[in-house]
């Protein structure tokens, strides 16, 4: 079965950035498990000096299901009123990615 990676980055303050990935887990993720078609998130980060870098790949079933999310227009970024407070910048439009291979051992 062929899987989408959406690739999403931001950069928030080091006080701020824990801010989003509560946001995140808390709010988005309960979200996106009622979606057809979405099958999981990573947050990612790389803590800077003054900055976190933030990286973020949800993962769909199909265009389809990436519509249901974002609409007509999956290539713009949905960012929500909250995340849009706490992100010092964020892209505004998103790279969908098809999955070729995965191994994710936990």
């Known amino acids: 079965m062929t899987m989408l990676a959406r690739y999403f980055t931001a950069t928030a303050s080091p006080e701020?950035?824990?801010?989003?990935?509560?946001?995140?887990?808390?709010t988005l993720t309960p979200q996106l498990k009622q979606l057809p078609g979405h099958r999981g998130a990573l947050v990612m980060s790389h803590a800077r000096v003054d900055i976190?870098?933030?990286?973020?790949?949800?993962?769909?079933?199909?265009?389809?299901?990436?519509?249901g999310?974002?609409?007509?227009?999956?290539?713009?970024?949905?960012?929500?009123?909250?995340?849009?407070?706490?992100?010092?910048?964020?892209?505004?439009?998103?790279?969908?990615?098809?999955?070729?291979f995965e191994s994710v051992l936990r």
């Open 52 to 67: 976190v870098e933030i990286l973020v790949l949800t993962f769909w079933d199909s265009a389809e299901a990436i519509r």
């Open 69 to 100: 999310f974002a609409g007509e227009t999956p290539d713009v970024a949905v960012v929500e009123p909250e995340a849009r407070e706490i992100l010092a910048s964020f892209d505004t439009h998103i790279t969908t990615y098809t999955v070729e």
């Open 16 to 26: 701020n950035a824990p801010r989003y990935y509560a946001f995140f887990r808390d």
